[in-house]
């Protein structure tokens, strides 16, 4: 979506040009861009379905690699995929399954019987050589299930454990949650429900921000750099839209003695909980470590600023 990147004004030829190649610009950068898309909630809930399904229509090349079961809580905990016992999500595979296998119809589905952490691991190190030939530009973890804000919930989050994951590796990364969401299989999103409604608003708000991140070309983030992201509920019919929503610099852990970047007339950035809290539809934006999945300071915060920009904006 091109509507967080206005064009300039076009008076002259020369403005003209400038912002036909700004688009240009814009457009190859999507382009020409690999995403790993993983989850803690596995392969076939309808959210990561839904997230692929934008991505692609967004022009991104897109491998998907989760669980084959529901894997939340799991934190960064890792194992070596086994054999399936039992059926995958939803009846998606069949008992006896290999440890990783893909959809049939769509080898780019795959999953891989382990944690999230293992499934990120086999997306970047075996699906993006074989899809990609190479290593992937990107990782997007969710949108989760549910919110993952403060740090008790962001160190048991398998879907932040992903992400970090991918940053520990040399993939910048981004972690998705949002509220409102069910655990429901992809075969929902063929309903006009409410889990179809909110599953399409959030995969649309990640490929916003994915645009937004992405927009000016690499280095995304630093190295060793994760984002996470939290969406608060899109039911009530004030959030039902993605132009509803706006996007604001948090911290995972408010603090009154650490001095911040310097944003909204202030150094010290609200805490994510207070602002996806908050009364109107904010999404929080936590700039983390990914080795210990806390904040940053303030010279690594305004790396992202600077890269979202206007993307961004401020409490009212």
């Not at 898309?37 to 989760?66: C, F, K, P």
């Not at 939803?90 to 296998?101: H, I, K, L």
Request: glycine share 8%; proline share 7%.
């Amino acid at each position: 979506m091109l509507s967080k990147y206005p064009i300039p004004a076009i008076s002259t030829p020369m403005n003209l040009l400038a912002s036909g190649a700004a688009l240009l610009i814009y457009i190859g950068i999507v382009r020409s861009t690999n995403i790993v898309l993983t989850n803690d909630d596995g392969w076939a809930v309808a959210m990561i379905r839904a997230q692929n399904s934008a991505l692609l229509e967004a022009g991104y090349d897109v491998v998907l690699s989760a669980p084959a079961e529901n894997e939340s809580g799991t934190g960064s905990s890792t194992a070596t995929p086994t054999t399936l016992t039992e059926p995958c999500e939803f009846d998606t595979c069949t008992t006896g399954s290999p440890p990783e296998g893909f959809n049939a119809s769509d080898p780019r589905l795959n999953y891989v019987n382990a944690f999230p952490v293992d499934s990120v691991r086999f997306g970047i190190q075996t699906l993006s050589p074989t899809f990609f030939g190479g290593a992937p530009d990107f990782v997007v973890s969710g949108p989760n299930v549910g919110n993952n804000l403060g740090t008790a919930t962001v160190d048991i989050s398998g879907t932040v454990g992903a992400a970090c994951e991918a940053a520990k590796e040399g993939i910048p990364s981004t972690a998705f949650s949002a509220a409102g969401l069910s655990q429901v299989s992809f075969t929902d999103l063929s309903n006009d429900n409410a889990d179809t409604l909110a599953a399409l608003v959030f995969s649309q708000l990640t490929v916003e921000f994915v645009n937004a991140l992405l927009a000016a070309g690499p280095p995304f983030l630093p190295p060793g750099i994760s984002v996470n992201v939290n969406y608060p509920s899109s039911t009530s019919s004030s959030c039902a839209s993605p132009s509803d929503f706006s996007f604001i610099l948090t911290r995972i852990a408010p603090s009154n003695s650490a001095t911040d970047v310097e944003t909204c007339g202030t150094d010290h950035l609200p805490g994510e909980t207070a602002v996806v809290a908050t009364t109107g539809c904010f999404a929080s934006v936590s700039v983390m470590n990914a080795t210990t999945k806390t904040d940053v300071d303030a010279t690594t915060q305004a790396f992202v600023l600077n890269r979202l920009g206007d993307f961004l904006s401020c409490l009212s």
